[in-house]
């Protein structure tokens, strides 16, 4: 057994509660969500110049993409990335400049964007050193991670004991661009970390996360030894049109059930596969499941 396998820690006794409990908030939500008719409504009752915008809106999420079939029916959703000037992201506009922002459909947003929280979760991701690919092991809330399982006894949790370690705090928003043209996922993370932080902030000091439009803007910054790399800077700039909110907050209970609750519920899948996978290791190591040598043992368990 390698010394990575060593740090694995065993499931809580309550992993399958945790997984139960988000399985039963998708359920709730399902409940929740309106019916086209409803949707529409919703929609009507919204002022001129918004109402054509949201209806695109609308249709772009419940519309199946034609020609494509894959295990999942879901659509992705736009994930909206920082430039800081390296790297060989094929989704990247041509012409982009350091610190300028651009979505994975290949739009360049310029250097500031304004959106509506829809949905925001706490979470950890470790990759390699390299950072590139999957993350190693990956928590949608902080509590399970999908390869070392309970995280408050992992090994690799940030700052274990003090020390940096591979395993990082990130802050996952999904939010609705202001003018209502698209959804994006914004992920905080390492030196946008503190910006994530002050936007979670500022959702909890309201009675709904989409209260107000938030502003982010990208902002450089420089070490001493003149490393150069930008981050996020956020701020609320003005209060989401109160016409709008009812359709918004249709909009944010199916990117709960359809996006931020699946996802942390497929890390808990994760996290009990893994820790199947380590426990079968662990007894044929010590010779207690049968393998493909072990015909005499095979050959017993077919009889009874």
């Known amino acids: 057994m390698t010394n990575d396998q060593n740090a694995i820690v065993a499931l809580p006794d309550g992993n399958e509660k945790f997984l139960?409990?988000?399985?039963?908030?998708?359920?709730?939500?399902?409940?929740?969500?309106?019916?086209?008719?409803?949707?529409?409504?919703?929609?009507?009752?919204?002022?001129?110049?918004?109402?054509?915008?949201?209806?695109?809106?609308?249709?772009?999420?419940?519309?199946?993409?034609?020609?494509?079939?894959t295990v999942s029916d879901t659509n992705q959703l736009t994930i909206l990335r920082m430039y800081q000037g390296s790297g060989s992201d094929p989704m990247r506009p041509e012409k982009q400049i350091p610190g300028e922002l651009y979505t994975?459909?290949?739009?360049n947003m310029g250097d500031s964007i304004k959106g509506i929280v829809l949905a925001v979760w706490e979470?950890?991701?470790?990759?390699?050193?390299?950072?590139r690919g999957a993350p190693k092991c990956q928590s949608g809330d902080r509590v399970i991670g999908s390869t070392y399982g309970e995280c408050a006894k992992c090994m690799h949790r940030p700052w274990n004991n003090g020390e940096r370690t591979a395993c990082q705090d990130t802050i996952n928003v999904i939010m609705l661009l202001a003018d209502y043209s698209d959804i994006v996922q914004v992920t905080f993370a390492k030196s946008s970390l503190k910006s994530?932080?002050?936007?979670?902030?500022?959702?909890?000091?309201?009675?709904?996360?989409?209260?107000?439009?938030?502003?982010?803007t990208t902002q450089k910054k420089t070490s001493d030894e003149g490393y150069l790399w930008y981050t996020f800077q956020c701020g609320i700039a003005e209060a989401t049109e109160t016409e709008a909110k009812p359709v918004i907050d249709y909009i944010s209970a199916m990117m709960e059930a359809t996006y931020m609750y699946p996802s942390i519920a497929r890390i808990y899948e994760q996290a009990s596969d893994s820790a199947e996978e380590l426990s079968t290791e662990e007894e044929e190591a010590e010779g207690t499941v049968p393998t493909l040598e072990d015909d005499t043992s095979l050959e017993e368990e077919s009889e009874m």
């Open 20 to 69: 139960g409990t988000y399985l039963e908030a998708i359920n709730d939500l399902q409940g929740y969500l309106p019916t086209k008719e409803t949707f529409a409504d919703a929609i009507e009752a919204l002022p001129e110049d918004t109402k054509d915008a949201m209806g695109v809106l609308i249709r772009k999420l419940t519309t199946k993409k034609r020609g494509i079939k």
């Open 104 to 107: 994975s459909l290949g739009v």
């Open 123 to 131: 979470a950890r991701a470790m990759w390699d050193d390299d950072d």
């Open 196 to 216: 994530g932080r002050q936007l979670l902030k500022f959702v909890k000091g309201t009675e709904f996360p989409w209260d107000n439009i938030i502003k982010l």
